[in-house]
């Protein structure tokens, strides 16, 4: 088993390596350009923060861009929210159809080893990917603060990188659950579950309607401006994201260990 994780972790290692860089450099390069534009924010802020459904939908209504908090939560917050979602749903959604895909399933199945730990090492290997992901782009955002001698909003800082590794791993599980269900590639699916579910939680904040539907996403909980807003989560969004993540999972094992795979 543990054979089958340190070669998913080798032959995903390119695919981590860009995205925890560019996610992380575009994040830092963010916080960095608070600084030249820190004399010109007073005036953006009392703007933005009069336009309606644009600023409830990206939280400038209740944090002010002024503030190297307000501009991390606006900026960063939506460069990372939608960055490491793609990230996850890449990772997951083809790790299992993969193998028929590529037609590599031949020699991994016929090893004396069931596909239960198959799928465990492929699981295991997206979730340490997800958490040095993680790791990396807060050591970016982390470098931003120092350099710019600004103080970190440690609780917030801390809480938005944890919500955000959780919404990573129900998007991953939900990509993983369909990939068992197919042989070939379905990348462009979990690109598009990610910009739906990011989409819908934008809608959510300025439809009233859907307000009270916002939980049955995973952006509702990891959401950067009501992080650095003060505003509690919803116990109902993170029940949710519990019951998705372990469904999901559980159905990629039923489903994977039952299925007739492609030769």
């Given at each position: 088993m543990k054979h089958i994780l340190f070669r998913e972790l080798k032959l995903n290692l390119k695919t981590f390596l860009i995205w925890s860089l560019s996610v992380g450099l575009m994040g830092l390069v963010c916080i960095l350009l608070y600084q030249s534009m820190e004399g010109d924010m007073k005036d953006m802020a009392d703007m933005f923060s009069n336009?309606?459904?644009?600023?409830?939908?990206?939280?400038?209504?209740?944090?002010s861009i002024a503030t190297i908090e307000g501009f991390f939560a606006t900026e960063v917050g939506t460069v990372h929210g939608l960055g490491s979602g793609m990230f996850a749903a890449i990772l997951a959604i083809d790790i299992l159809s993969?193998?028929?895909d590529k037609h590599s399933g031949e020699f991994l199945f016929s090893l004396p080893i069931s596909r239960s730990k198959v799928l465990a090492a492929k699981g295991?290997?997206?979730?340490?990917l997800l958490t040095l992901f993680t790791v990396i782009c807060a050591l970016f955002y982390i470098c931003g603060f120092v350099y710019l001698g600004e103080e970190i909003p440690t609780q917030e800082f801390t809480a938005f990188m944890i919500?955000?590794?959780l919404m990573n791993i129900e998007t991953?599980?939900?990509?993983?659950?369909i990939s068992a269900f197919s042989g070939k590639s379905?990348?462009?699916?979990?690109?598009?579950?990610?910009?739906?579910?990011?989409?819908?939680?934008?809608?959510g904040r300025v439809v009233p309607d859907l307000k009270d539907y916002l939980f049955i996403g995973p952006y509702s909980y990891a959401n950067a401006s009501e992080i650095f807003s003060g505003i509690e989560v919803e116990a109902m969004a993170l029940?949710?994201?519990a019951i998705v993540t372990v469904c999901c999972a559980s159905l990629a094992f039923?489903?994977?260990n039952r299925r007739d795979l492609a030769s």
């Open positions: 336009m309606g459904a644009f600023s409830d939908a990206f939280g400038m209504s209740t944090l993969k193998e028929e295991g290997c997206v979730v340490i919500r955000q590794f991953a599980a939900i990509c993983f659950g379905k990348m462009g699916m979990g690109l598009g579950i990610v910009l739906f579910c990011y989409v819908y939680d934008l809608m029940v949710m994201a039923v489903v994977f």
